[in-house]
C-alpha cells in the first residue's frame, strides 16, 4: 500500500491552491487597479485644487491691486498733498503721505519723480531698507496705474503707483502692501493648501519669505520650465518621506530676483476623501480572499471527494478485495468514471480469476498444473511438519504415450491425455488428494496424511485404472504406467526432495517394469549424478571443464592423408573425467547440445586452422547430433564458424548417426544436402546399429561409413559380425563411399579389417586420444598417413 | 458813529450774498475798500483766477501765511509770491468758492474767518472738492485794508 500523499500534493490541495491564487491574484489585481486609479484621481482632484488655488491666487492679488489703486487715486487727488507737492513742503508730503498709508493699511507710502527719484517717502519702517531708492519703481506716462512686486528685503510688496496731475507732470503716488502671512494664509484657508511665499536669484534656489503655517519651501531645486508661457510650473517634491505635490506660480520674473508662491499639498491629503474607499475595498477584498478561500476548499472537496472515494476502491482491488462497488451516484464525469471504474473492475476480476485458471491449471486436462500442485505440496509439507504427519507423493509416467503420438497424431494422443486424467480422479476418491498434471504425459497425485502403505494402494488402484484398455477415435490403445513413491518424512522433508525422489522411483518402475515403486536411496545414486551432472555442465563451459582430444585414424589403404577423430571430455573438478556418454544424452534432452555442438566445432575449427596456418594437413571431423540437425539455424552457425576461422569445409568431416538421419529422414536429406554444397565432408556414424538400409543412404550425400565398434570387435571371433563387416565393406565401397572402422583393440583385427579392404580404421590399438600437440608429435612419428575425426560420443 | 459804519457793512454785506452771482463777480460789484470782509472775496478770485499779483495785493508786506498744508510759515511778500507761485504752478485749475464769510472790525483791525470749497481735477479726470477754513487777520494801511495774517486748514482735519 503507497503511503498517503503528502497533504500540499494532494489534488484537492493543488484545486484550493489554483483557485487561492487566481481569486488572490485578482483581487490584488483588482484593489491595484482600483487604488491606482484613486491615485490617479486624488492626484488629479489635487492638481485641481492647486489650479484653484492658483485662480484664488490671482483673485486675491487682483483685490489687492485694485485696493491699492483706489487708495493710490485717493492720495493722488489730496489737494493738500498736491499742495505741499506743488510748495515743496516735504514735512507736509511725509505727513500727507503717512496719513494716507496709516488710513489704507499700506506698508508702503511714497511720491516719486519722474526719475524714480523719492520725494517723500512715509513707508514704514520695517519695510523700508536701504536698497529701497536705488531701484526704479515703474510708472506709468499715461496716467494709468502701474502695478508690480517688488522684493524688499525680507519682504516681497505688493504696489502700485499713480501719477499725480500737476503741470508740468512729474510725481507719482507709491502705495505698497505687503505680501504677508495674512494673504497666504487667507489663501490657505479658502484653498487649503500650504502656501509658501519664495524668493529666488536666476536659477539659485527658493528662500522663503513667508508662509501659512509651519510649511517651509521644499526641494530647492529651479522650477523647471522658464521659459514657459504660462506663470504656474508644476513642481513635484520628494524631498521628504511624505510626497507633495506643488504649484509655482511666479509673480514676478523679471527683473530678478524671481517672486513666486509655492501651492503645496501632500498626495496623502488629496487621497483623504479615498480612505474610506480605500478601507471599504481593503475590507471587500479581505472578506472576499477568506469567502474565496472557503468556497474554494469547498469546492475542492466536493470534486475530490469522489476521486478518494475511488482511490479506496483502487486500494481494496489491490488488495484482492473486488466485493465493493464504486458506484458514485453522480451523473457527471465523475459519476461516469465511477461507472468505468467499476466495470474495469469486474474486468480485472474476470482476468484474474481466468490468469489464476490458466496458472494453477491444466488447460487439456482441466487437473491442477505443476505450479498449483508445487503449491499444495509445500503447504501439506508445512501442515505435516507442524502436525507431525505425513504425506505422500506419486509421480506417474504414461508408457508408450510417445508411440500413440506418432502413429495416431497428437489429438489422439490429447484425448488419450483426458481419459487418463479422468480415470485418476476417480482412481482417487478422498477430496483432499490433489491429482494434478505436470507436463506431457507426466502427472503426479499428493496424498496428505498417507503413508507408505498407502501411497501403495493409490498407486495399485492408478495401475489398474489405467491398466483398462482405452477406446479413443475408434482406437484400442493399451496403456500402462510407471510410478513413483515419496514418503515425508522418510524419503524427504521437502517438496523438492520428494518430487525429486518419486521422480527417481518413477524410473526406477520404469526400468524395472514392475508398475510402482517406493523410492529406494540406491535408486538414486545414478540418477543424482546424471542430473547433477546436467546442472553442472553449463558452469563447465563457462570454467574451460571442458577439453578436446584426438584420436588419430589409421589409413589401411596406403593413402597419404592424415585424419583424426576428436573427442570430447569433461575434467569435473569433484568427479574427474566423465564420458560424453555420461551427459551428451542429457543435453539433447534439454535443448543444451546446441551450445555444446557448437563449443566443439569451434574448439576444433580453430585447432584444424591453426594446424593448416603452420603447414600441417590434417583433416577433422565433427559429429553432429541429431537435435542438431532440426536446429533452425544450425547452417548459418556453421557457416559462421568457417568465415571466423578462415577454414576450407572440405577439410571438415561431419558425421552424423544413422538414427538422426532416419528420424526425420526427409529433413536429414535437406540439411546434408545444403552441407555437401557448402563443401562438408559427410559421415554416417555407428552405421549398423540402426534400421537403415544402404539403398536410402546411397540418396544421402554422404561420402564415409562408420562401422559401430560393437560390430569391429566381433570381427575375428564372431562369423556373424564378420560376415556384416564385410558386406557392409563390399558394398559401401560398390558405392563409393569409403569405410572406417572403430572400436579396434588388437592387432588380429586390425589385421582383419586389412585383409577386407577397410579404408581406416581407429581404435586404443592404433592410438588413444591424444592432445593436439601429442597429436602433432604423434602424426611426426607415423609413417603412414592417418586422418582424425572427431566424436562426441 | 462805529455802530452806524457796522450797520451799513451790514446792509452792504447783505446786499452781496443776496446778490444771486457768487465770488466772480465780486470784481465788478462797487464794494467799498474799507470792508476787511472783501479781501476774502478778492483772495478767492484771484486765486481762482491764478492771479498771482492780485493774491499778493491782498496781503501786508509783511504778512504771515499759513499755507492749508503748509508745515511752516511764510512771512513777507516774498516768501508769499513763492508761496503762491509754486502752488499755482503746481495746482492748476483750482477753483475756490467761499461757503461763508464774517468780519469783526475792532478799530483799525479786523479779523475775517468763513470756509470755502477748494474744487479741481484730479488724475484720470477725477473731479475733487476740498473743504478748507480760513482765518484772516486784516489790518489797515493807507486807508485800505490788507490781511496781516492768513491761516488756511483743511475743514476736517
Known sequence: ?793 | MQGSMSLFLRALLALALLTPMGCAQWSSLKISHDNPALLADRWAVAFTKGDLNGLIAVYDPDAILWGTSASSTRKGTRAIRDYYGLLLAGVPGARVVLRDTSARLYGETAVAAGTYVLHGSGGGGRQTATPVRFVMVCVKRAGAWVVAEHHLSLAGS
Open chain 1, 1 to 793: 500500500m503507497k503511503p498517503s500523499l503528502p497533504r500540499t500534493r494532494t489534488l484537492q490541495a493543488r484545486i484550493s491552491g489554483v483557485f487561492l491564487l487566481l481569486i488572490v491574484s485578482m483581487q490584488i489585481a483588482g484593489y491595484a487597479v482600483v487604488r491606482n486609479a484613486i491615485d490617479r484621481n486624488a492626484r488629479h482632484h489635487g492638481r485641481e485644487e492647486l489650479a484653484v488655488g492658483e485662480r484664488v491666487l490671482s483673485q486675491l492679488l487682483e483685490e489687492g491691486v485694485l485696493r491699492l489703486t483706489g487708495a493710490a487715486e485717493r492720495v493722488a487727488d489730496d489737494y493738500l498733498l498736491r499742495e505741499a507737492l506743488a510748495t515743496r513742503d516735504h514735512a507736509s508730503m511725509i505727513g500727507a503721505l503717512r496719513r494716507h498709508r496709516e488710513r489704507t493699511g499700506a506698508e508702503v507710502a511714497m511720491l516719486v519723480g519722474p526719475r524714480g527719484q523719492v520725494l517723500a517717502d512715509a513707508t514704514s519702517a520695517t519695510v523700508r531698507p536701504a536698497e529701497w531708492a536705488t531701484r526704479g519703481i515703474p510708472t506709468s506716462t499715461r496716467g494709468d496705474p502701474a502695478r508690480g512686486i517688488e522684493v524688499v528685503g525680507e519682504a516681497a510688496i505688493q504696489f502700485v503707483t499713480i501719477p499725480i496731475r500737476s503741470n508740468p507732470p512729474g510725481a507719482w503716488v507709491v502705495l505698497g502692501v505687503r505680501l504677508d502671512a495674512r494673504l497666504l494664509s487667507q489663501l490657505a484657508l479658502l484653498t487649503s493648501l500650504e502656501v509658501s511665499l519664495g524668493t529666488r536669484a536666476s536659477e539659485s534656489h527658493w528662500r522663503v519669505l513667508d508662509a501659512s503655517g509651519d510649511v517651509q519651501l521644499r526641494s530647492a531645486r529651479p522650477a523647471s520650465g522658464q521659459g514657459v508661457a504660462s506663470s504656474a510650473l508644476w513642481e513635484p517634491v520628494a524631498a521628504t518621506s511624505e510626497e507633495w505635490e506643488r504649484l509655482v506660480v511666479v509673480l514676478r520674473r523679471d527683473p530678478e530676483p524671481e517672486v513666486a508662491v509655492m501651492l503645496e499639498r501632500t498626495v496623502a491629503r488629496a487621497a483623504v476623501p479615498f480612505d474610506g474607499l480605500q478601507d471599504t475595498l481593503l475590507v471587500l477584498t479581505v472578506v472576499g480572499l477568506v469567502l474565496s478561500a472557503i468556497g474554494s476548499v469547498m469546492i475542492a472537496r466536493r470534486v475530490t471527494r469522489p476521486l478518494r472515494e475511488l482511490v479506496g476502491a483502487a486500494r481494496r482491488i489491490e488488495h484482492g478485495d473486488y466485493g465493493h462497488s464504486a458506484i458514485v451516484p453522480r451523473g457527471d464525469e465523475v459519476g461516469e468514471l465511477a461507472a468505468a471504474f467499476d466495470h474495469m473492475r469486474d474486468a480485472i476480476a474476470a482476468r484474474e480469476r481466468r490468469i489464476s485458471d490458466l496458472a494453477y491449471a491444466d488447460a487439456l486436462t482441466g487437473l491442477p498444473n505443476r505450479a498449483l500442485f508445487m503449491d499444495r505440496l509445500e503447504q501439506a509439507v508445512s501442515m505435516a511438519q507442524r502436525t507431525h504427519g505425513r504425506l505422500a507423493v506419486l509421480t506417474i509416467d504414461l508408457d508408450r504415450f510417445k508411440n500413440v503420438n506418432d502413429t495416431l497424431g497428437h489429438p489422439v494422443g490429447d484425448l488419450l491425455l483426458r481419459e487418463v486424467a479422468a480415470r485418476l480422479r476417480r482412481a482417487l476418491e478422498r477430496r483432499t488428494d490433489t491429482v494434478a498434471r505436470l507436463g506431457g504425459d507426466e502427472f503426479a497425485v499428493l496424498l496428505p496424511m498417507q503413508a507408505l502403505d498407502g501411497a501403495q494402494l493409490a498407486a495399485r488402484k492408478i495401475a489398474d485404472v489405467l491398466s483398462e484398455s482405452l477406446t479413443i477415435e475408434g482406437y484400442l490403445i493399451d496403456l500402462g504406467a510407471s510410478t513413483g513413491i515419496a514418503v515425508y518424512p522418510e524419503h524427504g522433508e521437502d517438496s523438492d526432495n520428494l518430487m525429486r525422489r518419486a521422480d527417481i522411483a518413477m524410473y526406477a518402475a520404469k526400468r524395472a517394469g514392475t508398475g510402482h515403486e517406493a523410492y529406494d536411496a540406491r535408486q538414486d545414486q545414478s540418477s543424482s549424478g546424471r542430473l547433477s551432472l546436467l546442472g553442472e555442465l553449463r558452469q563447465a563451459l563457462e570454467q574451460d571443464q571442458l577439453s578436446l582430444v584426438y584420436q588419430p585414424q589409421l589409413a589401411l589403404s596406403g593413402a597419404p592423408e592424415r585424419a583424426a577423430e576428436v573427442l570430447l571430455r569433461w575434467n569435473h573438478p569433484k568427479r574427474g573425467l566423465i564420458t560424453p556418454d555420461k551427459f551428451v544424452p542429457f543435453a539433447e534432452r534439454t535443448g543444451y547440445i546446441k551450445v555444446l555442438t557448437r563449443w566443439v566445432l569451434d574448439g576444433a575449427f580453430r585447432q584444424c586452422a591453426d594446424w593448416h596456418d603452420r603447414g600441417l594437413q590434417i583433416g577433422i571431423s565433427v559429429n553432429v547430433s541429431a537435435r542438431d540437425l532440426h536446429t533452425a539455424n544450425f547452417l548459418q552457425s556453421v557457416t559462421d564458424l568457417l568465415q571466423r576461422h578462415t577454414l576450407d569445409a572440405t577439410r571438415i568431416c561431419l558425421e552424423v548417426t544413422e538414427s538422426a538421419v532416419m528420424e526425420d529422414p526427409a529433413l536429414a536429406l535437406g540439411v546434408l544436402q545444403r552441407l555437401h554444397e557448402i563443401g562438408f565432408r559427410l559421415a554416417i556414424d555407428d552405421f549398423g546399429t540402426g534400421y537403415s538400409s544402404l539403398a536410402y543412404l546411397k540418396r544421402l550425400p554422404v561420402d564415409e561409413l562408420k562401422i559401430d565398434k560393437s560390430f569391429v570387435r566381433g570381427l575375428v571371433g564372431d562369423r556373424d559380425d564378420a560376415a556384416i563387416v564385410r558386406a557392409t565393406i563390399d558394398l559401401a565401397h560398390d558405392m563409393g563411399l569409403s569405410v572406417t572402422a572403430e572400436g579396434v583393440e588388437d592387432e588380429a583385427v586390425l589385421n582383419a579389417l586389412r585383409r577386407l579392404g577397410c579404408d581406416r580404421a581407429q581404435g586404443y590399438f592404433i592410438s588413444p586420444p591424444l592432445k593436439s600437440d601429442e597429436l602433432e608429435e604423434w602424426f611426426m612419428n607415423a609413417r603412414s598417413s592417418r586422418r582424425v575425426a572427431v566424436r562426441l560420443l
